[in-house]
Structure formats: structure tokens, C-alpha cells
């Protein structure tokens, strides 16, 4: 480092914003996989990459197209480890074939609060922990074939979250 510049874990992080107002959003179905790993970009990497790969032989199992969007569901508080399902929206047939590690159920909906990370995904968990604890607590992301065929490291992506937890949204500025 040269004189004058600061590290990265030297700088405080900018606050998350949220778009104004909620997003509606309705469920479709889902196939998942449950990977629970720790909270540094390889752990999480590596465990996303994995799961793509199950969920893609799954689909392969069923002559199913491939997935053309994949869900990122972040659960869980603990230090240090993330909870993650990782899935793909499907038609019906497909869901109804899930057993084993596959899951079904249905993508993420209702009413919505967009939370805007850096793109890292340290700026994803902390969005995540900045949520109130409770049931319905968790963030998730949506990525098209460009984002996760192959997954390298984390894409810059809107972090969703349930518009209940998320708080009060600010007004216009009085002018």
C-alpha cells in the first residue's frame, strides 16, 4: 500500500438503499436444493455451483428445458454461515417429481422491498442482516443464464426481502 491509501476492511460501507415503494411479486413453482455454507465468496461459490449442477441433472431427469432464471434464497443469522436455497422456477410436472435433496415449493412472493447491493456478496449478507429476525426472514436474488452459466463470483443483482421486515420506506423529500 502506498502512503494515503486506505484497505478495503478500512472503509466503512455505504448504507443500503431501498427503492421507493414494494414490488408484488407471485409464487411459481420452484425446485431447490439446500446448501448450507460459510460466509466467504468460495464457501458460497463453491456451494451455488453445486447445487446448479444437482438442479441441472434433475432437469435433465425429467426432459425438462433448462432453467432460464435461477433463485438464491439467504437464511440464517449465525456468524460466519449462510443457509442457502438455490433453485429454478418450473412448470408443475417438474416440481411434482422433486424428492430426495431436490425440494419443491414456491419461489419467493408477495410484497416486495428491492434493497440495491454493491454486488459483493458481503453487501448481499449484510442486506440479509439488516432484516428483523422472524420466520419470514430472508433476502433473495434472481439471476438470468448470463449471471450463473458458469458462476464465477458473486453478479451484482438486486437483494430482495419481504416489504414487512424491511421497515418503514422513506417518502418523497419534502420540497
Do not use: K
Not at 464465477?152 to 418503514?168: I, S
Amino acid at each position: 500500500m502506498t502512503p494515503g491509501q486506505t484497505r478495503a476492511s478500512d472503509r466503512s460501507m455505504p448504507p443500503i438503499a431501498r427503492t421507493i415503494g414494494t414490488i408484488d411479486y407471485e409464487g411459481r413453482p420452484f425446485v431447490y436444493v439446500v446448501r448450507f455454507c460459510g460466509t466467504e465468496e468460495s464457501s458460497v461459490a463453491s456451494a451455488i455451483r453445486q447445487a446448479i449442477g444437482v438442479l441441472d441433472n434433475f432437469l435433465q431427469l425429467q426432459h425438462a428445458a433448462d432453467a432460464d432464471e435461477l433463485i438464491i434464497v439467504y437464511r440464517n443469522r449465525l456468524p460466519g454461515a449462510v443457509t442457502l436455497q438455490v433453485g429454478f422456477p418450473v412448470d408443475d410436472r417438474v416440481a411434482e417429481a422433486a424428492g430426495g435433496e431436490i425440494f419443491a415449493g414456491l419461489t419467493p412472493s408477495g410484497p416486495m422491498v428491492q434493497v440495491l447491493p454493491g454486488g459483493a456478496l458481503q453487501d448481499v449478507l449484510r442486506a440479509g442482516a439488516e432484516m428483523p429476525e422472524g420466520s419470514a426472514s430472508f433476502t433473495w436474488q434472481s439471476f438470468s443464464p448470463a449471471d450463473f452459466r458458469p458462476w464465477r463470483t458473486h453478479p451484482f443483482g438486486p437483494v430482495l426481502a419481504p416489504a414487512e421486515l424491511a421497515g418503514p420506506i422513506p417518502g418523497p423529500e419534502a420540497s
